[in-house]
């Protein structure tokens, strides 16, 4: 694999506010985050350059280049939009139009979600705090741009853990979403501590990575307790709703908590029957998270999907994948045409919620 890929190295353009040789957002306090995804977007023209002169049929990329669009159009080129969050997380976001519409700019506005859609949202200090890492060009504005420019949509899930979500997407994107599976990484630092946890539970902060990796696939109960940073609230309260963990309560305005509540949500895990239910329904998960062959047809399937891709059809149809979800090794590159009235239907539905939730 490794004698397959070409790195090509662009420096990243240094602006103003950025310190000298920071790269990556993990060297940078949350309210300098900005300044690195303005430098980021100054790699547009050098990157047009390459791809001019490349052969280059695909472009795989995550939520930053809201300008690639435009450039892959003008090239002939075409978009993968690879997302490391799961579905629901998209699915609460609501659809592409309402990211780059005018219902979702204040913090307020993301605490809730049309009901039709999703029943879990951001909570309003995780908003506020989210909003500190946005530029001009807010995170919403870039996703919504970029779902709506690519031809592909695929994320680190899979049909197994969120079928009805992922159907959902299909119909709320409108083009295929083909889940690339859920990507375990390497553990081997963490396994062996991780296994003398026999009765055990686990604290996250509810990184999407942490969970796959080092909680649900060693089977210990999971508390979290969210960093109010991109995903992690949300990946809480679906952990808590799926009830293989418990999100220890923060104050919805400031984030602030007390001792006691942390104290009390361990004790419930680690002591009282609640905590045996969700020690079970873990372990049960790790059919899915722990499923080496699903992973790898995920994998199969996306790689086949990429290559059997006719792209005449994903502008102007919409796409839901086939019925045989249940089966790991089920042919995943066949998609079932929907009609238009899925958007219309969907798109009401959101407004219509937007305007309640106004009008409260």
């Given at each position: 694999?490794?004698?397959?890929?070409?790195?090509?190295?662009?420096?990243?353009?240094?602006?103003?506010?950025?310190?000298?040789?920071?790269?990556?957002?993990?060297?940078?306090?949350?309210?300098?985050?900005?300044?690195?995804?303005?430098?980021?977007?100054?790699l547009q023209d050098p990157l047009t350059e390459f791809l001019k002169n490349s052969n280059v049929n695909w472009i795989i990329h995550d939520f930053a280049p809201y300008w690639l669009p435009r450039v892959a159009t003008l090239l002939g080129m075409n978009l993968v939009f690879f997302s490391t969050f799961n579905a629901t997380s998209f699915v609460s976001m609501g659809p592409p139009s309402a990211l780059l519409g005018d219902l979702q700019q204040r913090p307020e506005d993301f605490k809730a979600v049309p009901e039709n859609l999703c029943n879990i949202a951001m909570k309003l200090h995780e908003t506020v705090n989210y909003q500190q890492c946005m530029d001009d060009i807010?995170?919403?504005?870039?996703?919504?741009?970029?779902?709506?420019?690519?031809?592909?949509?695929?994320?680190?899930?899979?049909?197994?853990?969120?079928?009805?979500?992922?159907?959902?997407?299909?119909?709320?994107?409108?083009?295929?979403?083909?889940?690339?599976?859920?990507?375990?990484?390497?553990?081997?630092?963490?396994?062996?501590?991780?296994?003398?946890?026999?009765?055990?539970?686990?604290?996250?902060?509810?990184?999407?990575?942490?969970?796959?990796?080092?909680?649900?696939?060693?089977?210990?109960?999971?508390?979290?307790?969210?960093?109010?940073?991109?995903?992690?609230?949300?990946?809480?309260?679906?952990l808590h709703g799926r009830k293989v963990g418990l999100e220890i309560e923060r104050n919805e305005t400031d984030g602030s908590f007390t001792s006691d509540l942390v104290a009390e949500t361990i004790r419930q895990v680690m002591m009282e029957p609640k905590g045996e239910a969700i020690r079970a329904n873990v372990w049960a998960m790790r059919e899915i998270f722990d499923n080496e062959e699903l992973s790898n047809n995920c994998l199969d399937g996306f790689t086949r999907f990429i290559e059997e891709f006719a792209p005449s059809g994903c502008h102007s149809q919409m796409w839901e994948m086939p019925h045989q979800l249940n089966s790991t090794a089920g042919v995943r590159n066949k998609w079932l045409l929907y009609t238009a009235k899925c958007k219309q239907e969907l798109n009401f539905g959101f407004r219509t919620a937007c305007n309640k939730r106004q009008r409260r």
């Open positions: 694999m490794s004698s397959s890929i070409s790195f090509v190295e662009f420096s990243l353009p240094q602006i103003q506010g950025l310190p000298a040789e920071v790269e990556s957002i993990s060297e940078l306090p949350i309210d300098q985050i900005p300044s690195l995804k303005k430098a980021y977007d100054k807010s995170d919403f504005q870039r996703v919504g741009l970029l779902i709506e420019g690519c031809q592909v949509v695929t994320m680190r899930t899979c049909f197994e853990f969120e079928p009805d979500e992922v159907k959902l997407l299909i119909k709320v994107f409108q083009k295929p979403v083909v889940p690339v599976g859920l990507l375990p990484p390497s553990l081997q630092c963490h396994k062996t501590w991780i296994k003398e946890m026999i009765n055990g539970c686990f604290l996250s902060q509810g990184g999407w990575s942490s969970i796959i990796g080092a909680l649900i696939k060693f089977g210990r109960a999971l508390i979290v307790f969210s960093g109010a940073s991109a995903d992690q609230g949300l990946n809480a309260r679906l």
